[in-house]
């Protein structure tokens, strides 16, 4: 999603939701969020999950260096004990090598993602061990470009949303999807700016 589609989906709900339009008005609009698509994305998602930014960057590093090129078949080709040194877990390696096997053996096409509607893209995704909900959310809005995605089980967006909606509790993941069931089709703009507001808006 471009700074122009993202500018367009708020100019929208900032109409549909007064909470939203006040908030922008403080705050102003978010810069876009984009990712490249296919399996360097994904093999950084599975680096990422459950450590720092800094140290995901850091083993995202070690572990390119590892390959003539980001791809499947070049994974393919590094042992378990090279990615223990670059710092991959075991299970991470067992995701990894998932991923790849689940590319060249055809199970699985990045690139026919672009061409399938949201609920399908999603299916194909968590079918990969180390995929869930979320990872696969957020592939579909910052590598994707889809418009209507609004991953409800993040915590910070489900406590930005309390907080621009007054709530004195942090809403379930259940609540998050009513509450902004009236942002489609612009679901999306409207998690990017919950991001930005939950980090303007600290405690």
Not at 78 to 93: D, M
Not at 180 to 192: D, F, K, L, N
């Amino acid at each position: 999603m471009d700074q122009n589609t993202l500018n367009k989906g708020l100019n929208t709900l900032s109409q549909l939701d007064p909470d939203l339009k006040k908030a922008l008005a403080i705050h102003g609009k978010p810069d876009p969020r984009d990712r490249p698509q296919g399996f360097e994305t994904f093999l950084s998602t599975i680096i990422s999950q459950q450590i720092s930014t800094s140290a995901a960057t850091a083993i995202t590093a070690r572990v390119r260096r590892l390959m003539p090129e980001c791809s499947a078949a070049s994974l393919e080709k590094i042992s378990n004990t090279e990615l223990r040194q670059a710092g991959l877990s075991f299970r991470k390696i067992e995701y990894a090598r998932g991923l790849a096997e689940a590319i060249l053996a055809g199970r699985f096409n990045p690139e026919s993602l672009s061409t399938v509607d949201d609920e399908e893209a999603i299916s194909q995704i968590t079918s990969l061990r180390g995929f869930g909900q979320w990872s696969a959310e957020i592939y579909l809005m910052f590598s994707l470009g889809r418009t209507d995605i609004f991953p409800a089980d993040d915590l910070a967006l489900q406590v930005a949303l309390g907080r621009l909606k007054g709530l004195k509790e942090r809403p379930t993941a259940s609540l998050a999807r009513q509450l902004v069931s009236h942002w489609s089709p612009w679901r999306s703009a409207g998690a990017i700016f919950l991001w930005h507001y939950y980090k303007e808006t600290p405690g």
